[in-house]
């Protein structure tokens, strides 16, 4: 992982990059979610490309665990609703409409572990793509994201202007 940051950096165009790489190792301290939370705005722009990197990967990794855990929790949910609602407990749902209401519980529970999931691999492939060393840059029309985007949202794929589609979808 070190390595591969390392090369990521090299690849930006800060030209006194490999020297500060060398001897960065001090400055890019890697911070906890708190220390970088805590950032403004302003500070975030001015981090090294390097700790900018290590920044984001520290935020996606703990949304990651969120994201992972919360999933888990709706599998869980989805997995006894459906077991309550076996032929057994059928003449008592009829009564109480119960059993519809955990059908319904368990179809929303079903579509949060999907989109938690589909969030998780958002995240593995903002992942690569630090590794890779094209983070931070639209999908689409190729422009580097704002880093104050990247923040908000640090698996973002898109510009702003790309997400909203206007150009390139009419
Ligand atoms: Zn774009």
Redesign the pocket.
Same mark, same amino acid.
């Given at each position: 992982m070190e390595e591969l940051a390392k090369t990521a950096t090299k690849r930006s165009r800060n030209s006194a990059g490999s020297r500060a790489a060398d001897a960065g190792n001090a400055s890019v301290a890697v911070r906890t979610k708190e220390e970088i939370e805590f950032l403004t705005d302003d500070e975030y722009e001015a981090l090294s490309e390097e700790e900018f990197l290590a920044a984001q990967r520290v935020l996606l990794e703990s949304e990651r665990q969120v994201y992972t855990s919360q999933a888990e929790m709706f599998k869980e949910e989805a997995a006894t609703l459906a077991r309550e609602s076996e032929p057994g407990d059928v003449q008592f749902d009829e009564e109480s409409g119960e059993g519809g209401n955990s059908t319904m519980e368990r179809e929303r529970d079903l579509a949060l572990l999907a989109s938690h999931l589909a969030t998780v691999s958002e995240i593995d492939s903002a992942l690569e793509k630090i590794q890779a060393g094209t983070y931070g840059i /639209?999908?689409? /029309? &190729?422009?580097e994201?704002p880093r104050i985007r990247m923040r908000a949202l640090p698996y973002a794929r898109? /510009?702003v &202007? /790309?997400?909203s589609g206007g150009l390139t979808r009419r």
């Open positions: /639209c999908e689409n /029309c &190729k422009a994201i898109l /510009c &202007k /790309c997400k």
